[in-house]
């Protein structure tokens, strides 16, 4: 099927062919007739699968099928996500599509100046893209007219759940009209999900593009057995033996992240580390020249494991396996996206061990293990070792109850005897009188 199939304008056909896309993605085939036809929708689609445009498309054709007021233009679809990154990145697409057919985009988000937000609001919008909190501050100033919205999307929505957004979710459906078509997509389907469709959400269609917690097939996955204290060292020793030119690195904590930055500048290694310490506006940069190639490596928490999408990234780090297994299909989701092929590395110590097995049986399948010389471990705790090391004591055993047995066998039975006692006393012939 070619995006001419799906019934879009040709304005949008135009954008599409412009970023390169020939094809549409299977969550973009199965989403995009349904949302033109009207339906809700409840979709399950993983990151990396060109979800952005499967909403984004129909509803830009959709709102260019009905002219905009005169007057000032009051919003008539809201795109909710988790993060500022997302909102930045979903907000562009929506600005790329939106200008080619005269709609009007904007993102809002925390971390800025409101008042610049305020201004691009009373100049008139179409479609506003936000992050749950900002828009509440908005709603509740009365700089915000959310009376007139026809379109919500809720994107990553387990992930919003999962950040205690559920509230303000709510409170954001309060401001909008009842008679609505709303659009929820989620990586996962927790009961958080469930309870929450069943709110916001009028006889949905369920969409399942891909099966849940399933890494892109274009990622290669790789693990590297070090200790703890020689991870810093057998990270940049990889980068400078493979000349690796951009590679995102995930840490669990944003201590670790500023930690090892500093020291991969003192190797001689551009790097920068992104997190939600760190400003809107220096985050935003750090982004930029990590896409321009300024910076080589990006040292990040999981704010950036969803949602970002860097084109052509080759490789991605587990520096730390998360907390949080499912995290680890989100990190790795950053490479091999839209068809590409990337690798993912993980840099496993063994009191990671846990976690390892873990992601292992979300995955429902073995990462491959490979060794750097120099850098292997004392105790080397590969499973598949240790398995094999179980199978061959466990066969050795059964051999040796197996040779014990026959050699008891093959002994002659010993004879029954009376149980061992007290002699019994003889007795005495009678004396003859």
């Not at 800025?112 to 749950?132: E, H, K, S, Y």
Request: aromatic share 4%.
């Amino acid at each position: 099927m070619s995006f001419k199939e799906l019934g879009l304008r040709a304005e949008l056909l135009q954008a599409v062919t412009s970023q390169g896309y020939t094809t549409p993605t299977p969550v973009q085939t199965r989403t995009i007739p349904v949302i033109l036809e009207g339906h809700d929708i409840l979709a399950g689609a993983q990151t990396g699968t060109g979800k952005t445009a499967a909403f984004a498309l129909p509803l830009v054709q959709m709102l260019s099928n009905e002219p905009a007021r005169k007057k000032k233009r009051q919003p008539r679809a809201l795109v909710l996500v988790p993060t500022r990154e997302l909102a930045a990145q979903v907000g562009s697409v929506m600005q790329d599509y939106s200008r080619r057919v005269s709609l009007r985009a904007t993102v809002i988000y925390g971390g800025i100046n409101i008042n610049a937000q305020i201004m691009r609001l009373n100049r008139g919008v179409d479609i506003v893209v936000a992050t749950p909190g900002r828009l509440l501050d908005h709603a509740s100033r009365g700089t915000l007219d959310l009376s007139r919205v026809k379109f919500l999307v809720l994107d990553e929505a387990d992930r919003m759940l999962d950040m205690g957004f559920i509230d303000d979710i709510l409170a954001v459906a309060a401001f909008l009209p009842d008679k609505r078509q709303t659009l929820l997509f989620s990586a996962t389907y927790p009961v958080g999900i469930k309870q929450l469709a069943e709110e916001l959400l009028n006889d949905p269609k369920q969409i399942e593009a891909a099966p849940p917690n399933r890494a892109a097939d274009g990622v290669n996955q790789i693990l590297y057995r070090v200790e703890r204290h020689r991870k810093r060292e057998l990270l940049s020793t990889l980068i400078k033996k493979e000349k690796w030119h951009q590679v995102m690195v995930f840490t669990r904590t944003r201590y670790g992240a500023d930690k090892l930055t500093d020291q991969l500048n003192a190797d001689g290694i551009s790097a920068a580390a992104i997190h939600s310490s760190k400003s809107q506006s220096l985050r935003t940069r750090t982004l930029a020249d990590f896409r321009h190639g300024s910076v080589q490596v990006l040292v990040a928490t999981d704010v950036a494991a969803r949602g970002l999408d860097i084109g052509g990234l080759p490789r991605v780090v587990n520096y730390d396996l998360p907390d949080i297994v499912e995290n680890y299909v989100h990190r790795i989701g950053r490479t091999g996206r839209a068809g590409e092929t990337g690798v993912a590395i993980s840099l496993v110590c063994d009191q990671e061990q846990a976690l390892l097995v873990e992601i292992e049986r979300l995955l429902n399948h073995k990462i491959p293990v490979t060794r750097l010389a120099g850098f292997l471990p004392a105790s080397d705790h590969d499973p598949d070792i240790i398995a094999a090391k179980r199978k061959l004591k466990e066969k050795a055993a059964k051999k040796q109850k197996k040779n014990i047995t026959k050699s008891t066998e093959s002994r002659p039975k010993p004879q029954k005897t009376g149980k061992p006692g007290k002699p019994k006393p003889t007795q005495k012939k009678p004396k003859k009188k």
